[in-house]
């Protein structure tokens, strides 16, 4: 067995690796310092200076693989896909979903969810409950990171009614209109507490 090169006293001492560090830091800093001047003087508008996205003037594109919120599907009528089987609860390791089981009033589909509600605080958004479900009716497809801001735990619980409105959102405004739905409820929220400040 080949023995290992040993280390040489300068590289045991990290000093070549913290000196380089040192340098890119700097270069960034340099350039990003040098182009906000040149932006302030009118000059090398072209040029983007900070490499840091400039929330919430600018944001960035979720990838398809995003788990974002969730949402309930709809069947062609517009009624809920999910037969209230429990799977998705059962496979939650953050126990955050709950479900109230009810008789159906169409004598074709046995049971259907009266009450379904996530707990956004206790959810993980692993995808567990996308993987376990057998017909379809939860996804994570929707772009929009969770609610950030709430005044209680109540403002957090997100029921049926909002998870089935975000397919409505999707299926009327395509992939982006989450986001816009989203970021206008924080400006509005935004007035709102600014009002009441007042």
């Given at each position: 067995m080949k023995r290992k090169e040993e280390m040489t006293w300068l590289e045991r001492m990290y000093l070549p690796e913290v000196l380089?560090?040192?340098t890119v830091t700097l270069f960034h800093f340099g350039r990003n310092l040098t182009l906000h001047i040149l932006h302030s003087l009118g000059m090398a508008r072209d040029t983007k200076a900070a490499y840091s996205t400039q929330y919430p003037e600018e944001r960035k594109r979720y990838p398809d693989t995003y788990r974002g919120s969730h949402r309930l599907t709809l069947?062609?009528?517009g009624a809920v896909r999910c037969t209230a089987c429990f799977l998705c609860a059962?496979?939650?390791p953050a126990n955050?979903?709950?479900i109230e089981a009810g008789e159906h009033p169409d004598p074709?589909?046995?049971?259907?969810?009266v009450r379904y509600e996530i707990d956004t605080l206790r959810c993980i958004y692993c995808g567990m409950c996308v993987e376990a479900c057998p017909c379809d009716a939860i996804r994570m497809d929707t772009y929009v990171h969770p609610r950030i801001?709430?005044?209680s735990?109540?403002?957090?619980i997100e029921p049926k009614e909002i998870l089935m409105g975000r397919s409505h959102t999707l299926a009327d405004g395509g992939r982006d209109s989450l986001m816009v739905q989203?970021?206008?409820s924080y400006k509005a929220g935004e007035k709102r507490a600014m009002l009441g400040d007042k």
């Open positions: 380089r560090g040192l069947k062609e009528d059962t496979a939650c955050c979903i709950h074709n589909v046995e049971k259907y969810p801001w709430g005044f735990r109540t403002d957090f989203m970021l206008e």
